[in-house]
């Protein structure tokens, strides 16, 4: 009779595999990268697996296209990263500009941009963009104006809406136009929004 083989029950020294979120993030910040070196319309599924260091199984598990791997690295850019606010109310709104410039002054605006230009082709790429980071980008800044609001620093009848969008605006107007921003620029458009709650109707 054969001996009985026994099992071999000592623990592994490490899991298997990379962890979920540590692969997760590399994808992501392979994506990233990779956008602002060959842009979204050269971009592809195995470049961004090879350059994130894991499978092809492995990437379409988590996404399944293009577009939802480029969203969630948008949105990880803009949400996640965002500064906390502090309760100092224009020091808040400009750590939201100076944020809303280093996300989209590289890759995010020239995403952005490949959007609106092909905005019937890459119908699930904007949307996502919209739904996930654009919007919820918005509501960073109006809930820290809301905050403010209720705490009193501003009107409780503050037009919260035209101050956003006078504030995001702002960015898109310099970027757009080629003009360089100044030192202060983020700090000087805060301060202008906050005036312009506080003003009477």
């Known amino acids: 009779m054969m001996p009985i083989r026994k099992l071999d029950t000592t623990p592994l020294d490490r899991p298997r595999g990379r962890p979920r979120t540590e692969c997760e993030g590399a994808i992501l910040e392979a994506a ?113 104006l809301r905050d403010a609001a209720a705490r009193g620093e501003l009107p409780a009848a503050c037009d919260v809406e035209t101050a956003l969008e006078m504030a995001i605006g702002a960015f898109y107007a310099v970027r757009i136009a080629g003009e360089p921003f100044d030192e202060g620029w983020a700090g000087r458009i805060a301060a202008a929004t906050v005036r312009l709650l506080r003003a009477p109707a």
């Open 32 to 144: 990233w990268r990779l956008l602002g070196e060959v842009g979204y319309g050269r971009l592809t599924m195995e470049r961004i697996a090879q350059e994130a260091g894991v499978g092809k199984p492995t990437l379409y598990l988590r996404y399944p296209c293009k577009a939802e791997v480029v969203g969630a690295a948008f949105m990880r850019a803009r949400l996640e990263r965002a500064p906390e606010p502090t309760g100092d109310l224009v020091s808040d709104i400009a750590a939201q500009l100076d944020h809303i410039r280093a996300v989209m002054d590289g890759v995010g605006m020239a995403l952005v941009g490949t959007c609106l230009a092909e905005e019937e082709h890459v119908p699930d790429l904007i949307h996502r963009l919209r739904e996930h980071s654009l919007r919820p980008g918005r509501e960073l800044l109006r809930s820290i």
